[in-house]
């Protein structure tokens, strides 16, 4: 999904592309390993459910990747073999996505946070781990960040989507945002009947548009894999509570006072060239993307912005090498001796 359009979708949270992942316009597809359509180590949680852990790699520091919205660790598939000599890196589906059972509802930034810790535990146990976020999950690692400082050694956000744009946009955009949301619940709904009737596999017109084509770099398998889950109601009704919490989460602008004290952070920002969209909704997303941006940042006290001009939203896709590169500045610090007289 380009990024122009990924922007103006999540100011409504419509970011229902029933894929993984949206496939990168410059870069020449590189097939997705086939151990992807099968599950990882599970987790156990409260309540009977797992999520499922995929790791790879032994070395003394720990990883964990946090997918966007809509998204699962298949997403990171270009990134872990780019970090695995040096650190033991996890990825993980999200309650409700890929092989993890889903959640009890609501999927907010709060279960969303009380899932990362079990994983974190589950990863690292009691060792600080670095938080790579892209998208949606750049607010999930940064909320870990705030209640669970003393786990998390950095923090690599990977594009996160602006913030705070909807008080400044007219009230023409708001009607059709609004119109758009009450379309895709409809759609939502559509898809969610339809799986527990089990006729998702044989869509009607009205949800030939629930399951779309796997991307280019998907395999057969994997593709497969995924579609199953999607045949499932919990996908669904994991999907619409996310996209419900993700209107509150992006509505709301950056606190001026957010802190993650000392942990080092890295912000990779792909291009945001907003085609298309009128002049007075472009000036407005601009600014709440500069402003959260720039919030984000002067919230660490070791902060750097690394931009790359290219990629598409889609940066772990677009630009492996540079989210390695990140989370190995990242770990070459927490390495580097401590000043004298000062603790780590």
């Known amino acids: 999904m380009k990024p122009s359009l990924l922007a103006v979708l999540l100011m409504s ?18 097939p997705i390993p086939a151990h992807y359509a099968e599950p990882g180590d599970p987790i156990d949680v409260p309540g009977g459910r797992r999520l499922n852990l995929r790791c790879a790699g032994e070395g003394p520091q720990r990883v964990v990747l946090e997918a966007g919205s809509n998204a699962d660790s298949t997403v990171w598939y270009r990134v872990v073999p780019l970090l695995q000599d040096a650190a033991r890196v996890c990825a993980y589906d999200r309650a409700g996505f890929g092989f993890s059972d889903a959640g009890p509802s609501p999927r907010d930034l709060a279960a969303d946070v009380a899932d990362l810790d079990r994983v974190v535990r589950a990863a690292a146990g009691s060792a600080p781990v670095v938080l790579v976020g892209h998208s949606l999950g750049s607010n999930i690692v940064r909320r870990y ?6 786990r998390v050694a950095g923090l690599v956000l990977l594009d996160p989507p602006e913030q705070g744009a909807a008080q400044a946009m007219p009230a023409q955009w708001k009607a059709q945002d609004a119109a758009m949301v009450e379309r895709r619940d409809a759609l939502l709904t ?4 339809a799986a ?3 006729r998702l596999q044989t869509p009607e017109p009205a949800t030939q548009s629930c399951l779309r ?5 998907m395999g057969e398998a994997v593709a497969g894999s995924i579609r199953a889950n999607k045949l499932k109601p919990g996908y669904w009704r994991s999907l619409r509570s996310e996209l419900e919490s993700n209107r509150a989460v992006f509505a709301a602008p950056v606190p001026a006072k957010e802190s993650y004290g000392a942990i080092p952070l ?7 060239a907003y085609q298309g969209v009128p002049e007075e909704v472009r000036i407005a997303m601009e600014r709440a993307r500069a ?45 580097a001796p401590a000043p004298a007289g000062q603790a780590r």
């Open 13 to 30: 949270s419509f970011v229902c592309t029933p894929m993984a992942a949206a496939e990168p316009a410059a870069a020449e597809p590189v």
């Open 145 to 150: 960040a705030q209640t669970h400082p003393q």
């Open 190 to 193: 559509a898809c969610e009947r």
């Open 196 to 198: 527990e009737a089990g």
């Open 213 to 217: 084509p796997p991307p280019p770099w």
């Open 266 to 272: 890295r912000m990779l920002v792909a291009d945001a």
């Open 291 to 335: 402003q959260t941006h720039r919030r984000i940042l002067a919230a660490s006290a070791a902060s750097r912005r690394i931009d790359l001009p290219g990629s598409s939203h889609d940066v772990q896709l677009d630009r492996p090498q540079a989210v390695a590169d990140a989370v190995r500045d990242l770990m070459r610090a927490a390495d």
